[in-house]
């Protein structure tokens, strides 16, 4: 990563001549609108232009803005060209749930949109990080301490268009030698970023619900078991894969994790805090969703090859989720 690449296993950095300059799409989503800030303040406002379909003036404010459809791999190519990038973060995907509720849009969104990214990056000396998912896993997968290198026949389109995605990532990287890498994101929980239309939104939603009145109707079924991450760790995982030095990486694409709980389990995790906390259930399409998907995920090769390790386990998280959210609403 030019400037940024981490030296040996720590997390110094070192000085390259090329400075790097970051494309983030997506920048709107739910790990975008966090990651951007994360990474502005790493490599500096200037180095990193955000692109989405939408903006806020929160946005604009903050620093360098383009509108980007994915699908516009002319209008992508020119932002590219006119800023001198270096590295695309590609966040822009349609998600599992909201994916369900508009398979076509989700299969052109998010096909076109990498095999964009991945030839811009072959054609330009790109890099690229787009992150995968858990939802490439599907109901004939291990679903205990799933492996890296296993099954994947999933059931939902996002969940189709990733392994894609995975497939793609790996087939530019060794044929035209784009340094592509990938994370398979478990469910992300953050007070900051709403949910963005996924089947972990759960995870999200009942701590505002715990707060605001007490009280969670919960769209998964009380033992719907699936691996989770708090958002600082994913944006500490996210910032580690792009800095690794690439003889590192053995592989393209890794899992990625901190805990596992099932709602139950979170619900009890917010009564040590608010005893008074009460959940229901009333599983939709989701549930049959997160049925098929991994309830653990073995992350070693992550931990082993560039020393990943969260920092946050399911009370950690659920008591900063409750601090930070408790002083928003205030
Ligand atoms: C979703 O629920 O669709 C996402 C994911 C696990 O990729 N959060």
């Given at each position: 990563l030019g400037g940024?690449?981490?030296?040996?296993?720590?997390?110094?950095?070192?000085?390259?001549?090329?400075?790097p300059r970051f494309f983030v799409t997506g920048a709107c989503g739910q790990i975008g609108q966090e990651f951007l800030?994360?990474?502005?303040?790493?490599?500096?406002?200037?180095n990193v232009v955000a692109s989405d379909v939408r903006t806020s003036r929160k946005l604009l404010d903050s620093g360098p803005f383009s509108y980007c459809d994915v699908l516009d791999k002319d209008n992508m190519a020119r932002i590219i060209l006119e800023n001198g990038i270096t590295h695309v973060v590609h966040f822009a995907t349609l998600l599992s749930a909201i994916g369900e509720r508009n398979p076509a849009l989700a299969l052109k969104v998010n096909t076109h949109g990498i095999q964009n990214v991945l030839d811009l990056a072959a054609a330009h000396g790109l890099s690229v990080y787009a992150p995968s998912t858990i939802a490439v896993f599907g109901s004939s997968t291990p679903r205990h301490n799933t492996p890296d290198d296993t099954v994947m026949r999933p059931h939902t389109m996002y969940g189709i268009t990733k392994v894609h995605q995975e497939l793609l990532g790996q087939y530019y990287h060794d044929r035209y030698g784009v340094?592509?890498?990938?994370?398979?994101?478990?469910?992300?929980?953050?007070?900051?970023?709403?949910?963005?239309?996924?089947?972990?939104?759960?995870?999200?939603?009942i701590f505002?619900?715990?707060?605001?009145?007490?009280?969670?109707n919960c769209f998964?079924?009380?033992?719907a078991a699936l691996p989770m991450m708090y958002m600082p760790d994913c944006l500490?995982?996210?910032w580690q894969i792009i800095t690794a030095p690439r003889d590192h990486l053995k592989q393209t694409t890794y899992n990625v994790t901190a805990v596992s709980f099932t709602p139950a389990e979170l619900a009890e995790a917010i009564r040590h805090r608010l005893p008074h906390f009460s959940?229901?259930?009333?599983?939709?399409?989701?549930?049959?969703?997160a049925k098929t998907w991994p309830a653990s995920i073995d992350d070693s090769a992550a931990r082993q090859q560039w020393g990943w390790a969260p920092k946050f386990d399911l009370q950690a998280l659920a008591d900063d989720m409750l601090t930070r959210l408790a002083a928003k609403y205030k």
């Open positions: 940024y690449m981490r030296t040996g296993t720590g997390t110094e950095v070192e000085a390259h001549p090329e400075t800030p994360f990474l502005r303040s790493k490599v500096g406002v200037d340094d592509y890498r990938s994370l398979r994101y478990p469910g992300i929980i953050s007070a900051n970023a709403p949910p963005g239309g996924g089947t972990t939104d759960y995870g999200v939603e505002g619900a715990a707060l605001q009145t007490g009280h969670y998964l079924d009380s033992d500490e995982a996210t959940i229901s259930y009333s599983p939709d399409f989701r549930d049959s969703i």
